[in-house]
């Protein structure tokens, strides 16, 4: 079982759709969690940190499920522009972030 | 500002050539990560470093492959002798402690 598992997708939404990802993750004692997005033959760039008590920025929403171990992404009002790979991290030892990635979920937004 | 920095941006060789990836780090940042990227195996962490020295290497594949970092500014990943199945995007990242920011990528093909 890999640590960190994410549904590769594609996720094919029209515009203005809601659309949410899942990623799982093994280790219970994991200390930070990320999702970074990465487009065609480009680098991760980080899209927002995830904290305990959810958060928000813009139509992007991050929630944590310690419980169940698993981070969840929610992109509302879907843009042509959020087509992308989304990959979630875990940082399992809180040793300088040294994150541990997830396989990535791609999206497509239609028009 | 400039980001993290890496050369060559695209590398082909043929197999049993050495391969010679280098990195320049974003200032002021401690971290060091090298990764790798395949359709197969996603993104996976081969070596860390802080303050120039290597932390946990377990992620490299075998012997053939080493990491250096002489100095804040510089690090190196070098595959000696290279094999088809080295064929990858190489991701050097920096962190000043919190997430990781990624370089745009080497990316070598083995022929």
């Known amino acids: 079982r890999k640590e960190v598992e994410q549904d590769p997708g594609p996720f094919n939404v029209p515009e203005g759709a809601t659309v949410a990802f899942n990623c799982t993750y093994s280790n219970s004692a994991s200390q930070s969690f990320f999702w970074y997005r990465q487009d065609c033959r480009k680098e991760p760039k980080l899209l927002m940190s995830v904290y305990s008590s959810g958060n928000e920025d813009g139509r992007f929403t991050a929630q944590l499920n310690r419980a169940s171990q698993y981070i969840s992404l929610l992109i509302r009002d879907s843009k042509l522009s959020d087509s992308a790979t989304y990959l979630c991290?875990?940082?399992?030892?809180?040793?300088?972030?040294?994150?541990?990635f997830g396989g990535g979920t791609r999206l497509m937004v239609k028009p | 500002d400039a980001g993290v920095i890496q050369s060559p941006r695209h590398e082909v060789t043929e197999m049993g050539q050495e391969v010679t990836l280098r990195c320049k780090p974003i200032s002021g940042h401690d971290y060091l990560f090298w990764y790798r990227q395949t359709m197969m195996r996603g993104l996976e962490l081969l070596i860390y470093?802080?303050?120039?020295?290597?932390?946990?290497d377990s992620g490299m594949p075998e012997d053939r492959f080493s990491a250096k970092m002489p100095n804040a500014s510089f690090s190196t990943l070098k595959i000696q002798p290279s094999e088809p199945r080295d064929s990858a995007v190489y991701f050097c990242?920096?962190?000043?402690?919190?997430?990781?920011?990624f370089g745009p990528g080497t990316r070598l093909t083995v022929l």
């Open positions: 470093f802080n303050n120039n020295v290597p932390i946990d």
């Open positions: 991290a875990v940082n399992f030892n809180n040793a300088g972030n040294m994150l541990t």
């Open positions: 990242a920096s962190s000043p402690g919190t997430n990781p920011f």
